[in-house]
């Protein structure tokens, strides 16, 4: 049977996808998280390509993102309008929303009640 959600994660920095990869592992090991951290060459930031190598390499049908900081949404937003893969971005605390969703993948929630008990953690502007 083949996994119908992935998790992809967007950090400005390389090490927190990392360390929120370890610990994702540990409540959700059969989940497929993909991860676009930092810049290129390693730096601070956010990279276009990164993002976009991640998202097409999913075989899930559907990628529910997180991302820290304005700039990774923004460049998860470019590369979704040049993908086939359905992408549901959430607005959330990244580590808890990423937790939360993964969780509730591992044991294998439909995806309305993961987006209720992601609505908590949404950031409101």
Avoid: C, R, W
Wanted: charged letters at 25%.
């Amino acid at each position: 049977m083949s996994k119908k959600y992935g998790i992809l994660l967007i950090s400005h920095v390389e090490e927190i996808t990392a360390g929120l990869v370890k610990l994702l592992e540990q409540v959700a090991s059969d989940v497929t998280i993909k991860t676009a951290g930092g810049g290129e060459d390693g730096e601070v930031g956010t990279s276009f390509d990164k993002i976009n190598t991640a998202l097409n390499e999913f075989e899930e049908e559907a990628v529910l993102a997180f991302y820290d900081l304005g700039s990774a949404k923004m460049n998860l937003e470019m590369a979704m309008e040049g993908s086939d893969k359905e992408v549901l971005l959430f607005e959330t605390a990244f580590v808890e929303g990423a937790y939360v969703a993964a969780s509730l993948l591992q044991t294998e929630v439909d995806l309305e009640t993961i987006q209720e008990q992601l609505e908590p953690l949404t950031i409101k502007e």
